[in-house]
């Protein structure tokens, strides 16, 4: 029967309706750094999807922890087939079938992805490879706007790669894995099966938003701080380990109905295993019967761990001194400020975006350390909460020095009043606008002041990052802008002895540099250094501070050689990149690789092949064979 006039009447209205819509976003668009996210989505400015709370194991296991329906993305004009959007670009060729699968379509008078056979992409279409593909995308999309926006980074990320798409393999091929690789500019994600016969079951990690989010956070770090693939530090692969769990965690728990359904569970307890604190469910599930793939709920110290070569399993003793805080800030917020059990969640995640993020900018640009990030966070916090009338700092203080992060004499230091804002003392002045103008401003800038910091004569001191940041306090207070300088310096080191192996009488470098962040108005915010052991420019002013540097250089490079030693005593030095043909994952990869450049040997960390635990290798094995 053909429709009446009522009912073409409202089909012409909401056509109409949605087409205004479709008129006024770029406008809205154009505005959505005043709108907060509720405004954004009455607007349309962030499309809902459906995507997994954690994976599809949870979801089977518990009902309560079923897709997302609250979970939206911001919209923006370039949206195309893929998906595709300003900043990932979903590919999806299966390199074990050698298949190249067609993308999801983008409707735009939908406003959602389709499938091949034109059918939306929800939790009534999981069987579609579209909708893995979408999930990915939309996962992805989510975890960028919880590092740019201003409560994180406050500012756009760049890749570690030339180009401004990193591409998105939801069924890169058959095995145990998902990895973040830079050569081939792509997040990676494997798909295996378990169980046999009518039991036997495929896993996607593609499915899983702690994988996803894990690996994306390792992309971010590529992107900020990039000669961290350049350390032969296993603490430096740690702290990559680490962030990519953390940041797992904090966006599963930012994630409002997700954190009702923690507090349901746990009453605000989090001292006992729970969703938050367990990672990839699914996926530590059936490779080996793990109830999970890592726990931030761990009893490590660094002590513990120090000498370990296992990344993985070194990362732990970071992300349980973080969980920790969360722990005793959700505490502190049901107890002291008598908040209910889901208000102090919502207190906690707002408070640990900031505490946890916003420090990745005030890290060296080489050579991370468990200290370096601590001291991070303190230093964070006291910019941005410089009273502290709760005590935050303390507490943080407290935990580090618990896990061995920190030592006691450090944190008696740490604890005693000093200015919050000084001037950075240089010779001469550069205002901060015009440092951030320019890469070659900056230059200048740190030039014409070297003796002042620290940068030797002979140094080829280069810019490698500089960035303009708006951020925001916990209350969405906008802080001062920061001007965020990261340069670099390589100082050639021979390798003599027969510790060195095969590498005995070749030439390697040690990176050198430092992370200088100023607010606009010229307050030095923090400095973050490595030094080297050239030969510093003498004067007057710093005798004690050039002698200091020069010390602290020198002990950093017999540190470099005895790491190195020490990695190659271990076997765990191998030839070339991890990446085959097309990106796609090669047999086997050691932890370490080295090239040779112009003579120079470069040692380097591999890409992050490995999702699984390492706690039970054991040293000097092959322990990067991987299934295939």
């Not at 990559?240 to 930012?254: V, Y």
């Not at 670099?488 to 021979?494: A, G, H, N, T």
């Amino acid at each position: 029967m053909p429709a009446g006039p009522r009912a073409r009447g409202n089909t012409d209205a909401a056509a109409k309706a949605a087409a205004e819509v479709r008129s006024a976003r770029p406008k809205l668009y154009a505005a959505r750094q005043f709108l907060d996210r509720e405004t954004q989505e009455t607007l349309g400015l962030r499309i809902p999807f459906d995507v997994y709370f954690q994976d599809p194991y949870i979801t089977e296991s518990d009902p309560a922890y079923d897709f997302d329906a609250a979970f939206t993305v911001p919209w923006e004009p370039g949206l195309a087939d893929g998906p595709t959007s300003a900043r990932f670009a979903v590919v999806d060729y299966d390199g074990s079938s050698e298949t190249l699968t067609p993308p999801a379509r983008w409707d735009a008078d939908l406003g959602k992805f389709l499938d091949t056979e034109g059918e939306v992409l929800d939790r009534s279409n999981l069987d579609s490879p579209q909708f893995r593909q979408m999930n990915a995308w939309a996962t992805l999309q989510n975890a960028l706007d919880f590092f740019e926006n201003g409560f994180g980074l406050g500012r756009r990320i760049e890749w570690g790669f030339e180009g401004n798409r990193l591409i998105v393999v939801p069924h890169a091929g058959y095995g145990e894995n998902a990895y973040y690789d830079r050569e081939s500019k792509s997040l990676q994600f494997y798909y295996f099966d378990r169980g046999e016969g009518k039991a036997r079951k495929r896993i996607h990690t593609c499915l899983s938003a702690d994988i996803i989010n894990h690996e994306f956070g390792h992309a971010v770090l590529d992107g900020i701080r990039p000669h961290y693939q350049e350390s032969v530090l296993t603490e430096t692969a740690a702290f990559h380990e680490f962030l990519g769990d953390i940041s797992a965690i904090l966006i599963a728990f930012r994630n409002t109905p997700f954190r009702g359904q923690i507090a349901t569970a746990t009453g605000g307890n989090l001292d006992t295993q729970n969703p938050l604190s367990s990672l990839a469910d699914e996926f530590g599930k059936n490779i080996g019967d793990q109830p999970y793939l890592r726990n931030a709920l761990n009893e490590l110290k660094y002590g513990d761990v120090k000498d370990d070569q296992r990344h993985h399993y070194m990362s732990q003793v970071l992300t349980g001194a973080m969980f920790d805080i969360i722990r005793r800030l959700t505490a502190h917020y049901m107890k002291q400020q008598g908040e209910s059990v889901r208000e102090a969640l919502w207190s906690t995640i707002r408070r640990m975006q900031c505490m946890a993020v916003q420090p990745l900018d005030l890290l060296p640009p080489v050579d991370v350390t468990f200290k370096d990030y601590a001291l991070a966070v303190l230093r964070n916090e006291q910019i941005v909460n410089p009273a502290d009338p709760d005590g935050y700092r303390a507490m943080m203080i407290d935990v580090f020095v618990g896990r061995g992060i920190l030592s006691e004499e450090e944190a008696v230091e740490l604890r005693k009043p000093i200015t919050v804002f000084e001037r950075l003392n240089v010779a001469i002045f550069h205002d901060p606008q015009s440092i951030a103008a320019s890469r070659a401003n900056a230059y200048r800038f740190l030039d014409d002041n070297r003796r002042e910091l620290f940068i030797p004569f002979a140094a080829d001191v280069v810019v490698t990052d500089l960035s303009l940041a708006q951020k925001l306090t916990v209350d969405a207070r906008r802080q001062p802008r920061q001007v965020l300088l990261q340069y670099i310096w390589r100082e050639d080191v021979r390798l003599e002895g027969e510790r060195f192996g095969r590498f005995d009488g070749q030439t390697t470098q040690m990176l050198c540099g430092g992370t200088l962040a100023l607010d606009i108005d010229g307050n030095r915010l923090a400095w973050a250094r490595k030094p080297g052991a050239m030969r510093l420019i003498g004067g007057p002013r710093k005798r004690q501070a050039e002698e200091a540097e020069a010390e602290a250089g020198k002990a950093r490079r017999a540190a470099f050689l005895d790491v190195l030693a020490a990695r190659i005593a271990a076997g765990r030095i191998g030839d070339g990149a991890a990446g085959g043909a097309a990106g796609l994952l090669a047999k086997s990869v050691a932890p370490v690789t080295a090239t040779v450049d112009g003579g120079t040997v470069r040692f380097g960390l591999s890409p992050h092949i490995g999702i699984t635990s390492d706690e039970d290798e054991e040293m000097g094995e092959r322990p990067w064979t991987i299934s295939s």
